[in-house]
C-alpha cells in the first residue's frame, strides 16, 4: 500500500561503474524530488520534476542525472559513480501542480560506492 | 537566502511528559508553508503536520501541536503525551520562494524519550 517504493533499497557499486536508482509513486502527484542525506547536511535536493518528460535541477545536481518517463516513475542515474556518493538517497512526491504542498518519502536506498 | 534553523542538537525526556522542540526560519515571502517530519530509526521520513503563514490558528494533528509566532518566525513542534516510539529526529521545512514546491529543510533534532 505504500504510496512511494524505491528500489533497490541498498546498492554497492564499484568506482565508474553506472547506477540508476528507481521511484515510483502511486500518489499522482506531478511533483517528484531526489534528496541526499549526509550526517552534517541533512537533506540536499539533486534534481526534481515537474510531471513526465520533466527534469529540474536541485542544489547539487553535478555528477547526477534524471528521469522522468511517466506520472508515476522517477530514476537518478550516476553515469560514472564516485566514493563521494556513497549515501542515502531518498524520493519524494508531493503537490498535484507547481503550488507548495507536503511531499511524502520513499524508504530510502543505501548507496555505497566502493 | 532563506534558511532553517534548529538549535536543539538532541532532547531527552521522560514518556508521557510534553516536548516542545524549536524551529526559526528566514524569508523574504509573504505567504509561505511550514512542516514538520519524522525520521524513525529505520530511516523512514514521515510527514506530521504543516502550518499555513497566512492562518493564525495553529495547526494540530493527533498528539503534535504547532506554535506560531510569525513575528518571531518560529514554527515550535509540540508533542503531547510522548511516547517511546516517538524517540526519532524531527526535521523542520518550509516551502522555498518561487512556487515551485520545493522544500529547504533544517538539520533536525533528536528526540529520545526514555521510559
Known amino acids: 500500500e505504500a504510496a512511494v517504493t524505491q528500489s533497490p533499497r541498498n546498492k554497492v557499486a564499484v568506482t565508474g561503474g553506472k547506477v540508476t536508482l528507481s521511484c515510483n509513486q502511486t500518489n499522482n502527484h506531478n511533483n517528484m524530488y531526489w534528496y541526499r542525506q549526509d550526517t552534517g547536511h541533512g537533506l540536499r535536493l539533486i534534481h526534481y520534476s515537474y510531471g513526465a518528460g520533466s527534469t529540474e535541477k536541485g542544489d547539487i545536481p553535478d555528477g547526477y542525472k534524471a528521469s522522468r518517463p511517466s506520472q508515476e516513475n522517477f530514476s537518478l542515474i550516476l553515469e560514472l559513480a564516485t566514493p563521494s556518493q556513497t549515501s542515502v538517497y531518498f524520493c519524494?512526491?508531493?503537490?498535484?501542480?507547481?503550488?507548495?504542498?507536503?511531499?511524502?518519502f520513499g524508504p530510502g536506498t543505501r548507496l555505497t560506492v566502493l | 537566502a532563506q534558511k532553517v534553523t534548529q538549535t536543539q542538537t538532541s532532547i531527552s525526556v521522560m514518556e508521557k511528559t510534553t516536548v516542545t522542540m524549536d524551529c526559526v526560519y528566514e524569508?523574504?515571502?509573504?505567504?509561505?508553508?511550514l512542516f514538520w517530519y519524522k525520521q524513525t530509526a529505520s530511516g523512514e521520513i514521515v510527514f506530521l503536520i504543516r502550518?499555513?503563514?497566512?492562518?493564525?490558528e495553529n495547526a494540530t494533528e493527533g498528539h503534535y501541536s504547532l506554535n506560531f509566532q510569525k513575528p518571531k518566525s518560529s514554527i515550535g513542534l509540540i508533542i503531547t503525551a510522548t511516547q517511546i516510539e516517538d524517540s526519532a529526529v524531527y526535521f523542520c521545512?518550509?516551502?522555498?520562494?518561487?512556487?515551485?514546491?520545493?522544500?529547504?529543510f533544517g538539520l533536525g533534532t533528536t528526540l529520545q524519550v526514555q521510559p
Open positions: 502550518q499555513d503563514s497566512y492562518k493564525k
Open positions: 524569508t523574504r515571502d509573504s505567504s509561505y508553508f
Open positions: 519524494a512526491s508531493g503537490g498535484r501542480d507547481k503550488n507548495y504542498a507536503e511531499q511524502f
Open positions: 521545512a518550509m516551502s522555498r520562494t518561487g512556487n515551485t514546491g520545493k522544500l529547504i
